[in-house]
């Protein structure tokens, strides 16, 4: 089955960086489009970045635009976001998520972004 494994969340000051990791299997990682998602206390799963199979494709939402990278190994089946300057409104739990129809409703426990002010 699909197992979506985040990782890389930690507490840190405003302008400090993490990297978050998803680790993916059950699936076959490299033909799909990968998705980083994050959810804040009290408000709406929002999405965050997409990367097409291959990397040809990102999109970021325009609030993390400039700041945020994501990127992909596929020989890893591995999804990467690098997240620089942070802010504290970037604090929330991460998800990574595939465009796969079949996993549609799983979701990975996620991992825990805190940005202190």
């Known amino acids: 089955q699909v197992q979506l494994v985040e990782s890389g969340g930690d507490l840190v000051r405003t302008g400090g960086s993490l990297r978050l990791s998803c680790a993916a299997s059950?699936?076959?990682?490299?033909?799909?489009?990968m998705n980083w998602y994050r959810q804040a206390p009290g408000k709406e799963r929002e999405l965050v970045a997409t990367?097409?199979?291959?990397?040809?494709?990102?999109n970021y939402a325009d609030s993390v635009k400039g700041r945020f990278t994501i990127f992909r190994d596929n020989a890893k089946s591995t999804l990467y976001l690098q997240m620089n300057s942070l802010k504290p409104e970037d604090t929330a739990v991460y998800y990574c998520k595939p465009s796969y129809r079949p996993a549609k409703d799983y979701w990975g426990q996620g991992t825990q972004v805190t940005v202190s002010s």
């Open positions: 059950g699936f076959s990682f490299s033909m799909y489009d």
């Open positions: 990367i097409s199979s291959l990397g040809g494709y990102i």
